[in-house]
């Protein structure tokens, strides 16, 4: 084998072995910030009693897994920044 392909493959390992050991510390780093940040400062967004209890006095009909349903939608909606005070049927 000629010395200088020899070189260009030995290159080409080395070179893709170090940008593989960079995207899995990268990888790894990533999963770890997301597990501290949902571990130490995690919003509780939670779908507390008291307000289904307001939701369903003005609807009666609406069963409890609806109202988390339509309570989830605008949560995701508005990235975490809307709150469902109310649910009115429209006719």
Known sequence: MDPEIKKALELL???????????????????SLI??????FADNN??????????SNENINLNGKK??????????LTQGKGKVQSIKKIK
């Open 13 to 31: 390992a080395v070179g893709m072995f170090t940008v593989f050991t960079i995207l899995v510390f990268v990888v790894i780093t990533g999963k």
């Open 67 to 76: 109202i988390a349903a339509i309570v989830a939608t605008v949560d995701i």
């Open 46 to 55: 939670e779908f507390n009693e008291s307000t289904r209890k307001n939701i």
């Open 35 to 40: 597990v501290f940040v949902n571990r130490f």
